[in-house]
């Protein structure tokens, strides 16, 4: 099997994201699959600006396709068997770089407008490159709760249906921040254990179990909400410190 991991930090290898995708992948290694990751940022894509030149003037190639890594990105996005679409929760939603990778996509599509071949009442545009295919979602965030990812999560299962993907779920980390820091890597053993397992499931039973995703779900840190913000405000005095802010600009509504 053939895997496509997209990393969508912008904080490329020292992110949250990138440390949950890398032990999931490593799972999916040991389980005989072959990965690959893409960071997006590394791409410098170009937004798309919506000149349809990949529907009217070339079909099936971008205006951009000198100027940007997009179409050899999409070379693998069009061959693998399992596409991750890893990214942090940006504003309740996806990072830009992986909104602007997504866009890019359109020029797999054609302009006409038919019914869906799978979901009756729904329309489609035909698809230039269609392999059956299955993606997931891995997505850490800064607050606490799950709730946060409900859009991001929404999107995702609606473009799997869209695109005929089959979405085999998420793996959402909430109250991420520490899983980017290179110190407190040691704290998150367990935790990158959960990620390699649920990786070897992934290609051996086609998902997650509910036990090993019972466990993803636990918190990270020990002692409720209160000892989270507190650890959280210790992280950013800490970085602040590191600057030299001063006090009073520290609190500016408080
Ligand atoms: C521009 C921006 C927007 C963010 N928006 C949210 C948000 O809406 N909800 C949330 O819980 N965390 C939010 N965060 C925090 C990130 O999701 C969190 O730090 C995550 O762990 C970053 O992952 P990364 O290290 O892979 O980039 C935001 C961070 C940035 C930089």
Not at 1 to 6: F, Q, Y
Not at 127 to 146: A, D
Not at 158 to 186: D, K, T, V
Not at 216 to 223: A, S, T, V
Request: with cysteine.
């Amino acid at each position: 099997m053939k895997v496509l991991a997209l990393n969508g930090s912008p904080r490329m290898k020292a992110s949250s994201t990138y440390n949950m995708l890398k032990p999931l992948l490593e799972g999916m290694r040991a389980a005989g699959a072959e990965t690959e990751i893409i960071h997006i940022r590394k791409l410098n894509l170009e937004a798309c600006i919506g000149c349809y030149t990949c529907w009217v003037r070339t079909p099936g190639e971008c205006v951009h396709k000198e100027k940007d890594s997009m179409a050899t990105a999409l070379e693998s996005y069009n061959t693998a068997d399992l596409v991750i679409f890893g990214t942090p929760l940006y504003h309740f939603s996806m990072s830009g770089i992986m909104k602007t990778f997504i866009d890019r996509t359109l020029p797999r599509i054609e302009p006409w407008l038919i019914p869906h071949p799978d979901i009756p009442g729904v329309t489609f545009h035909p698809e230039r490159f269609h392999k059956p295919n299955k993606t997931m979602l891995v997505s850490p965030c800064g607050f606490p709760e799950f709730d946060h990812f409900e859009s991001l999560v929404a999107t995702f299962k609606h473009m799997a249906r869209m695109e005929r993907f089959e979405y085999l779920g998420e793996i959402l980390r909430p109250g991420a921040e520490a899983l980017s820091s290179r110190s407190l890597q040691g704290l998150f053993t367990n935790y990158y254990d959960l990620l390699r397992q649920a990786g070897e499931q992934i290609i051996c039973e086609g998902s997650v179990s509910d036990e090993t995703q019972a466990e993803l779900r636990k918190d990270l840190f020990p002692g409720g909400k209160q000892a989270f913000y507190e650890m959280s405000s210790a992280y950013w005095e800490e970085q602040m410190d590191r600057f030299k802010v001063l006090e009073e600009l520290r609190h500016t509504t408080q």
